[in-house]
């Protein structure tokens, strides 16, 4: 590997930064960066280890002087706390073919992977490495979202695009702007909108289950496409009463409804409770939906003696950052308590976490706490992540982040 064959931009990263790399993991963040002279936004860089020591005896013409050590292409960004995204281990000197090439490769994992739906995560930024592209596909609609400069320029845009339409036909595709993410990227002001094509709402399926998506307008949607696996193995042991808590659209509520009697969905979102309602109406279900803070709901409900065959439980991240971890298993705790002294002898608990910053020990140690608490004793039916369409790279830990237990409850 020689630094003077193509002209990239060269950053060189501190020892720390290194090892990060050789563990397996893509990001380098800024306080690991030594040198960026002059690199521009969203640059393809050489990225290089700085050298370790400079052997006192320079002069001695027998020693020789310590050379840079070679780490890989990244793509960089002048903005973000992670100033280096590796793409790969040798140099690149065709980003745009790299990006083509990638985006196949990921198209073609799904065709492995995914099965009995038509919605599911295509691009799953460094899970497909690809970082800082996010694509979901909702029927014949793509949903896009660039988070990086890289991926933002003009010519990655170009590249994504006309792969895309290549590898998948959609009638449209549709960009997500998250407006606070661009500004943190230092990338200029966007709204959401169409990047080609009429069409801003389908229907799409997932294990049978029907459900609307609207890509633009007021009521914005979107599906935890994460859980779609989790939802199908909730359904393989749940019956009975259900207790569906933080149900956004109805994703465990509606795959629940087939085998149980009745299903009651809890949400604070009144926009997300009327698109889950219109997806129950979508699959000929009646459910109960209510309107309220779950951990008010879930006391009351406790307090007042209610009984559930199941209780699915599928909070917002607590924990932001690892400063939040101890509140965020406290308020993890309090659910589950709650929930487990709801559930009848022989009842199912679905209790998930998002929160990358809990591990899995982490989520299992509070529901066992949960139990002793509450005098039930917990079998752990399954012990599962996020579907195989957010592929979960060894050695990106990020890339781990969505955990659900399914647990029996006597
Ligand atoms: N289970 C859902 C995803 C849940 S996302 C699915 O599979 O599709 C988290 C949800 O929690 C969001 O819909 C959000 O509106 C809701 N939420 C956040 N805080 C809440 C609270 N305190 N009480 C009730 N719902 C809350």
New binding site residues.
Partial sequence: MSLGTNKQPIVTVSRRGADRIRTGHAWVYRSDVVEAKDVPPGALVTVQEEAAFRPKQLSDKSVRPMRARVLGSALYSTASEIAVRMISPRPVSDLEQLVRERIRVAVAYRERVVENTNAYRVIFSEGDFLPGLIVDRYNDLLSVQIVTQAMDSETLRAVIVSELREALNPAAMIERVDPRVRKLEQLAEKESGAIFGEKASTEFQMNGVRFVYEALGGQKTG??LD?RENYAAAAQYARGEVLDV????G??GLHLAEKCSKVTG????RP?LELAERNAVLNSREIEWIE????DLLRDYADAGRQYDCVAL???AFAKSRAALPKALRGYKELNLRALKMLRPGGILVTCSCSYHVSVADLLGTVTAAGVDSHRNLRLLENRGAANDHPNVLGIQETSYLKCLIVIVS
């Fill in positions: 599906a935890f859980q933080f149900c956004y659209q994703g465990f809890v949400d604070s979102s997300a309220a803070n779950a951990f599928d909070p917002p």
